[in-house]
Every structure is written in structure tokens, then in C-alpha cells.
């Protein structure tokens, strides 16, 4: 089941024009985000072409489920361009390792009517206005820079403009939870993080009644 939120997909030259609205009225902070699939000429030599076009379409459901309503995204190929409205390099950092661990730690099931399952993964680079970069080529220098690290480093990871240690929280819960999670997941197009997000924010509101 495929299920969007919100339709945040538009052109680079409107997210480049939003980008330099906020620089104007210095409305930060926020990320800009240059993500590549990883692989994916070796993919669609495996599984064919259209599954590369199956792959791209799934990765913009998954976006479209995952970011926030005043987020944007556009893309050419297999990259894509993602403007993180008041979002610094920890809170982007966050919300992209939710979308980059979803991806790693599933399959998909590519097809119309469905075919096979596919297994892929992204890289990407972040640059956050205003700590790394104050104009827009500047934003997308660094994060194509911090891309290619990615890519080199192994890919499947998230590389900042610098060098950052980020840590993440656990939790634990049981076995028969965390399934019921990961199907729920995977039938709505959105990460774990994202649910647990929305459950607590329902566990508030009963309490707060």
C-alpha cells in the first residue's frame, strides 16, 4: 500500500528560488541535502530499467511520507535535491539516518503488478545554512562535497561538512512489537522513527485530556 502525505516534489529551480528567500530574510536554520541512490546503473543492469524507475518512484513516496509539510525535494536521475526547512545539521542529520536505516534494513517489491523484491540504498551530503554556507552555490558546493565523501567512504552513509559524532537514542521492545512495527512500516512508506513519532504524539494528547 502506498500511502503520500503530502506531494513536496518540485522543480530545482523553485526549491533554489525557496532557498534563496530564506537566505533573504535570513529565516535559518536549514539544510540543503544532494542524495544518490547508490548503484543504481548496476541495478537496473541486474533487474532491468524499469525496475530503476519503480526504485525512483518508491524513493519519492518515501519522501514525500517522511519529511516535514514545509520540506521540499526535487530531482534529476537518480539524485535527488532536499531543502530541510528549520532544520540544523543535528536535527537533518536525524531525520535522514530514520530514512537512510529504512532503506538499508528493508526490500522493496518493485513491479506493476509486483515482480521481485529489490534492495537498495542512499548516500548524502548535508550542508546547513547558516554554520557551513551563506549563498547557494556555496550550500550546494558543500553538500556535493560532503556527498562524494560519502560515496567514497563506502556509501550508504551520511557524510556532514564536517566531521561530526552524532548519537542516537535507543529503545527497547519486544520482538512481536518491533514486527508489527516493521510491517506497518513497510505498508505505509514510512520509517519506524516516523510512527513512533506519531503514536507519541497521540499518547500526549490522551493524557493531556
Known sequence: MEVIMNDLLVSKDELISKINEL?????????????????LKGLTKTHGISTGDEVIKKLVSIFNNNLSPTDMFSRSGDEFTLLLVKKGTERSFMELEEIRRYLSDNTFEIGDPI?????????????????????????????????????????????????????LKSNYFT?????????????????????LREALDDLFKKYSE
Open 115 to 167: 515482480s521481485e523484491s529489490v534492495y537498495f540504498t542512499m548516500s548524502f551530503g548535508v550542508a546547513s545554512y547558516p554554520k557551513d554556507a551563506k549563498n547557494v552555490i556555496e550550500l550546494f558546493r558543500v553538500a556535493d562535497s560532503a556527498l562524494f565523501r560519502a560515496k567514497k567512504s563506502g556509501k550508504n552513509r551520511i557524510c556532514l561538512s564536517e566531521i561530526e559524532s552524532m548519537v
Open 23 to 39: 537566505i533573504l530574510n535570513n529565516d535559518g536554520p536549514f539544510s540543503l541535502v544532494i542524495a544518490d541512490v547508490d548503484d
Open 175 to 195: 520482538k512481536t512489537q518491533l514486527d508489527r512495527l516493521s510491517r506497518l512500516s513497510k505498508e505505509n512508506d514510512r520509517t519506524e522513527a516516523f510512527l
